[in-house]
């Protein structure tokens, strides 16, 4: 009998889903400038995920709608992009023009989002603190 073989051990505090928020940033601001302003991703509009896959397979970009997922995932969750959404703020598409205002329903989506980000990030600094305090004790 063949044992089963051992599971791709997957990084301390990334989920496998996610990138590195500067690879995400470089990835797409090559193929869509417009998205980006000072280095910082622009509120999107909805619907944006698939204005991108379609001008990709337009262009035949060498991209995957698997990377392009993972780059939106990773800066969407960020805490500087949650805290952008404000109401009244353009949402824009992915050639850069302004497709709409951020509505009340969805800054107040972000602001829970953003509540729930910086919980995790508090509980992983305690988490890490304790292994450190740990590490000392040994």
């Known amino acids: 009998m063949i044992p089963p073989s051992p599971k791709k051990q997957q990084r301390p505090g990334r989920s496998p889903r996610l990138m590195r928020p500067a ?77 709409s205002l951020v509505p009340p329903e969805r800054e107040a989506a972000a602001r829970l989002k953003l509540a729930r980000v910086q919980a995790d990030k508090l509980k992983k600094q305690a988490v890490k603190a304790a292994t450190k305090d740990e590490k000392k004790e040994h």
Request: proline share 4%; charged share 20%; glycine share 8%.
């Open 23 to 99: 690879d995400a940033v470089q990835t797409l601001s090559t193929h869509w400038p417009g998205l980006f302003t000072g280095g910082q991703l622009r509120p999107l509009a909805i619907g944006v995920r698939e204005q991108l896959f379609a001008d990709a397979a337009q262009r035949t970009l060498p991209l995957s709608h698997k990377v392009l997922r993972r780059c939106l995932k990773t800066l969407t969750r960020t805490e500087t992009y949650l805290s952008s959404l404000t109401v009244g703020v353009a949402c824009y598409n992915a050639d850069g023009s302004v497709d």
